[in-house]
């Protein structure tokens, strides 16, 4: 295959992927090819492809699912993110052929996206250059190739972000959960606690929130009620945001 | 000059220059050689330069100013930005020179940057490709080259999102100004008329305003006080948006 012919040369797609899972907040990385470190899934974008639909075939390669909420988020654009010495490691560790080795010398830049999944609908699937694929803890990232590091670090800011002033939930949460369950996952994302009663009269005068007439049943505590996010109203917050302050 | 050698590949950037002047939204646009089309600042990108270094390097050329409020805003992907056509029109009417064909018929990304000035610091210089460069109201751009039409669409969109949740006057307004000068600003960017008493409540709120012990003379009306940002203030601001609502 030659790589020069079949994409477009100097840059990639690297793709953040967010699932909550055990009240914490985890993204899935690669573990590469005999090395100690590990990666964001990305790829190359082919010719005939536009941007956002590389990464969305990246995602769906790496999760086997589609459909996903998917933003781009930042350009990374540093002459120096990459040398020689890395690409050097890479064919030493025979994680590229050395055929590839002028293609992978060149200057990359790379578009970051960042894509909300429901933990459970995800089957990992590392690519060709990586051994696993896994859910790991954003308060446990291992070491990590090249950026990487900064990447999800950006990629974190730009979904606190997107939480100041729109809905976020409903791609990250099975369909029915409690109040409770919102609230630690706003929590968890912000890096904050949120004052309980508070955080259930905002996110109730929304009106994004369907209650439904289920509790949650096995708790030591009295059965909390289920909710779920209304699909029209959620939709409409998504495109026009929260109030704003002007 | 070989382009090839000096730039690096299928990459461009462009800058949507936003000013504010007779209480307009005005943005920096290029009238092309021979063609009736204008277009948006923009430039390749040095194979040893960083990409934001680039958008640096254009606003520089084009507004002969430094220091500039200058943000990425998105990057536009798609495969068909571009064109044969477009490109034998720009060989046809001599904007580019013909040994520059291979280069110019290569698929182009782009990354969008916006950028925030002080209408009266810019003195606009036209580059090699255009005969004119000009302030030209948001409200009546002309026909333009490629999707340079939607890139300037996504960067309102941009800068409306910036107004929601920080501050922007500063870059935008000479040093001193009146409360209703400050307020037309935040209508002209929203598209919407404020209530005056609601937007001087808010916006002293935030604590980033001095009022000064001055006057604006010369209207109708009783002198308007004049008021300045705090820096200090400001900057805190820009970097904690106003406060949010979790």
């Given at each position: 295959?030659?790589?020069?012919?079949?994409?477009h040369p100097g840059l990639s797609v690297d793709c953040v992927i967010f699932g909550f899972h055990d009240n914490e907040l985890k993204v899935l990385l690669l573990k590469m090819k005999n090395s100690k470190q590990w990666a964001v899934p990305g790829g190359f974008v082919k010719k005939q492809e536009d941007v956002d639909d590389a990464a969305i075939r990246v995602l769906k390669e790496r999760t086997n699912i589609e459909d996903i909420y998917l933003r781009q988020f930042h350009l990374f654009g540093q002459k120096n993110r990459s040398d020689d010495s890395y690409v050097d490691s890479l064919v030493q560790d025979h994680v590229i052929r050395e055929d590839m080795d002028s293609w992978f010398r060149q200057r990359f830049i790379t578009v970051g996206y960042f894509a909300l999944v429901e933990f459970s609908k995800v089957t990992p699937s590392p690519d060709q250059n990586s051994e696993r694929c896994e859910w790991v803890p954003l308060t446990n990232i291992p070491d990590l190739i090249l950026d990487h590091q900064e990447i999800i670090n950006e990629a974190l800011k730009a979904l606190r972000n997107k939480l100041r002033f729109g809905p976020v939930g409903k791609n990250l949460?099975?369909?029915k959960f409690t109040m409770t369950e919102?609230?630690?996952l706003y929590e968890t994302i912000l890096?904050?606690?949120?004052d309980r009663r508070n955080f259930q009269r905002k996110m109730l005068s929304f009106g994004i929130l369907d209650k439904l007439d289920e509790t949650r049943k096995g708790g030591a505590h009295k059965a909390p009620f289920l909710y779920s996010f209304n699909e029209e109203?959620?939709?409409?917050k998504l495109i026009k945001g929260f109030d704003t302050i002007w």
């Open positions: 295959m030659d790589y020069f012919e079949l994409y949460l099975p369909p919102l609230r630690t890096g904050e606690e949120l109203k959620y939709n409409q």
